[in-house]
């Protein structure tokens, strides 16, 4: 993944999902959430590639961690939590080498690490790791989600949503519109039509299966194609050891 690239969209980055997806990854995100919610509905939580924070404000767990490695995302994750009443905290972490951002909110504790999947290390283990959009991005996919799957508990969950590849007509469409024309609204809206030129490329690259072989030692207890078949919701449970 190109952080640079990610660096230069953050300040418009929620607005520009919105626009190119037409809504609908505000629809999976929900239908993710109200998924994850029949399974786990508070404790600790690891979100991956987090972006601006979408997935974790929607959630909004009792302890998130939130794994990033652009820092201008960074920027405006902790921008977007200050103003939803989170205080930051000053506060050493000697186990790690990626900065760390604490924010807490009464019983409310939010911990940002501007670090990969593949190398980000956590100090306890979670219920759940959450994925959203985020797989197709790792530099590393066995690498990044045998790390994921370490910090999960006995019993946890590795829940994800990705856009996979796809051969059905409906895939070629959408994958067609991704080619061409998101890189016109995103030069125009953005100044980023190259960059999102990568977007396509990227879901092609992964498919399903790919997710799935690297889910050694869960069990898959929820499987479906969310809207259009280049998005699928995977939730898988961790052999209890």
Do not use: C
Not at 24 to 43: A, D, P, S, T, Y
Not at 82 to 97: A, L, W
Not at 185 to 212: P, T
Not at 224 to 241: C, S
């Amino acid at each position: 993944m190109d952080v640079k690239i990610y660096d230069k969209l953050a300040k418009k980055y929620d607005l520009a999902t919105k626009v190119v997806s037409f809504g609908i990854e505000e629809l999976w995100r929900w239908m993710f959430v109200r998924e994850i919610k029949k399974h786990v509905r508070n404790g600790v939580l690891i979100d991956v590639a987090s972006a601006t924070g979408e997935m974790a404000r929607a959630l909004d767990f009792e302890r998130m961690y939130l794994i990033e490695p652009s820092a201008e995302m960074v920027r405006v994750m902790v921008e977007k939590f200050q103003n939803m009443g989170y205080k930051k905290e000053d506060f050493e972490v000697v186990f790690q080498e990626s900065p760390h951002i604490r924010l807490k909110k009464g019983e409310k504790e939010i911990i940002i690490i501007q670090d990969t999947a593949e190398n980000a290390v956590i100090e306890e283990k979670a219920d759940i790791v959450t994925a959203f959009m985020a797989i197709r991005n790792f530099d590393d996919l066995k690498k990044g989600m045998e790390n994921l799957k370490k910090e999960i508990k006995p019993g946890g969950y590795f829940a994800i949503v990705e856009m996979v590849k796809s051969d059905s007509l409906i895939a070629r469409l959408i994958m067609w519109y991704m080619n061409k024309v998101v890189p016109l609204i995103a030069g125009f809206l953005l100044g980023m039509k190259e960059e999102y030129k990568l977007l396509g490329r990227s879901i092609n690259s992964l498919e399903e299966s790919d997710i799935l072989a690297n889910l050694e030692g869960f069990k898959i207890v929820k499987k479906q194609k969310l809207i259009f078949p280049i998005a699928t919701l995977i939730i898988a449970k961790k052999d209890d050891g």
